[in-house]
Structure formats: C-alpha cells, structure tokens
C-alpha cells in the first residue's frame, strides 16, 4: 500500500520559512522521482518541486532561490524547506510520486497560509 503523508503546514508571516515533510511508505522510495506539487482555490494544482533518485532537482520559476527540496532515503522522506514566504505561496501543499504512467499517488495535503 503506497501512503504519503505530510505535516508542517501552517500559518506564517510574509518573509517567514516552513518546513514540509512528506513520509513515504509502500513502495521502493530511493529509486523513485518525488514532487511536491500546491493548489490554491479556484486554481490548478501546480508542480513546486521535483528530486530524483540521484539526488538532481527541478524547481518552479516562482520558487527558485527561496525554496530547496530534498530527500532521505534512510527515512523514506520528501522535504520542502520553504524561506521568504510571499502571501502567493498560500496553498494546499501535495507530496506525489509517479510509480508509472497510470499510477500517480498524493498525500492528503498540508495547509501552508502565508499572511501579509
């Protein structure tokens, strides 16, 4: 059974930093692709981040520079270290992994408010 689960959402000044977890289980977490992905209201879930099995990551345009993605394979976790947080960052924050072109799984979500 593949489970993700997030934590570390919360509310924050703009200007302030979050930590997001996501703890993984159910399938071979170090040879697999994560992402974290954010929806806000009314809009489309979009890609944040990416990191790979060998450790290369991809970034949003909006999120380069403040946020860094990582992973530890010892713990089967996903981070997304997130700094200078703006008001447009608020959003539902999603951990995902794509096992295969039919198989694409997400955690429940975090709430991540960022307030001015």
């Known amino acids: 059974q593949v489970q993700l689960v997030e934590s570390g959402g919360g509310l924050v000044q703009a200007g302030g930093s979050l930590r997001l977890s996501c703890a993984a289980s159910?399938?071979?977490?170090?040879?697999?692709?994560m992402g974290w992905y954010r929806q806000a209201p009314g809009k489309q879930r979009e890609l944040v981040a990416t990191?790979?099995?060998?450790?290369?990551?991809n970034y949003a345009d909006s999120v380069k520079g403040r946020f860094a993605i990582s992973r530890d394979n010892a713990k089967k976790t996903v981070y997304l270290q997130m700094s200078s947080l703006k008001p447009e960052d608020t959003a539902v924050y999603y951990c995902?992994?794509?096992?295969?072109?039919?198989?694409?799984?997400w955690g429940q979500g975090t709430q991540v408010t960022v307030s001015s």
């Open positions: 159910g399938f071979i977490f170090s040879v697999n692709t």
């Open positions: 995902n992994v794509k096992l295969s072109w039919i198989n694409d799984y």
């Open positions: 990191i790979t099995s060998s450790g290369r990551t």
